[in-house]
C-alpha cells in the first residue's frame, strides 16, 4: 500500500513550522511523501535535508494542485482521506481504508475548500475535537498501520540513533557507505 499527505492551507508566513512537521511526521510513520498545496521552497528543503541524513526515500514535492493531486491518485485507483473532526470516527472506518490499494491523507492549515469533503472518499476524525493536524495524521498513521510503523527502517541513513536508557547515542555513516 502505499501512503501520501496532501497538505493544504498552507501559508508561508505563519505555517512554515508546522507544515515540516507535517512532512516529518508522515515520513516518520510511513508515508513515502508528502504533496504540499503551496509555493515554499524553505519547508521542501528543510525535509529533504532530514531525510538525506536521516535515510529513506521520503519525497516531497510543492506547488501542487490539490484538486489535480486528489484526482490523479483517484484515478490510478487510490482512495483519498481527508482528515477533519467533523467526520466519521477513525476506530469505525480504518479497516475499509487498510483494504484500499493506496490511500493520500488530506490535511488542512486554516479552513479546508468545501469541495474536499465532496472529493474524499472517507472524511474521517480522530475524536471529534479540534486538535492538531500533526497529531490527526500521527493517530491515523499508527492506526493505518497498526503499529507496525514503529519498527520501521530508513535505509541508507548517514546518522541513525542507537536507542539508550539515557543519554544520546548516534551512530554516523559515510553517506557511500550507507
Ligand atoms: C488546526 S485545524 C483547523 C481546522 C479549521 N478550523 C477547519 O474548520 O477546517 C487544521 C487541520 O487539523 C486537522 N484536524 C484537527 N482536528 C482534527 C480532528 N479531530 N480529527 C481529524 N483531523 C483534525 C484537519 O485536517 C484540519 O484541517
Not at 508561508?12 to 515554499?40: F, K, S, W
Not at 469541495?115 to 498513521?141: C, K, M, R, W
Request: glycine share 10%.
Amino acid at each position: 500500500m502505499r501512503v501520501a499527505v496532501l497538505r493544504l492551507g498552507h501559508r508561508p508566513e505563519r505555517d512554515q513550522r508546522v507544515t515540516t512537521h507535517v512532512g516529518l511526521t508522515a515520513r516518520a510513520l510511513g508515508a513515502e511523501g508528502m504533496y504540499l498545496a503551496a509555493d515554499d521552497a524553505g519547508v521542501v528543503t528543510s525535509i529533504r535535508d532530514v531525510a538525506a541524513r536521516w535515510g529513506g526515500d521520503f519525497f516531497v514535492e510543492h506547488r501542487v494542485r490539490w484538486r489535480r493531486c486528489i484526482e490523479e491518485w483517484k484515478a490510478s485507483g487510490g482512495c483519498a482521506v481527508h482528515l477533519t473532526m467533523y467526520g466519521l470516527p477513525v476506530q469505525d472506518v480504518v479497516g475499509r481504508i487498510r483494504a484500499s490499494k493506496d490511500v493520500l491523507v488530506i490535511v488542512g492549515a486554516e479552513k479546508v475548500p468545501g469541495d474536499v469533503y465532496g472529493l474524499a472518499d472517507y472524511n474521517v476524525a480522530v475524536t471529534s475535537q479540534p486538535h492538531s493536524e500533526i497529531a490527526a495524521l500521527a493517530v491515523f498513521l499508527d492506526q493505518l498501520f497498526e503499529g507496525k510503523e514503529l519498527g520501521r527502517e530508513f535505509p541508507g541513513a548517514a546518522i541513525s540513533i542507537e536507542p539508550s536508557p539515557r543519554g544520546k547515542k548516534t551512530a554516523e555513516r559515510d553517506r557511500r557507505e550507507a
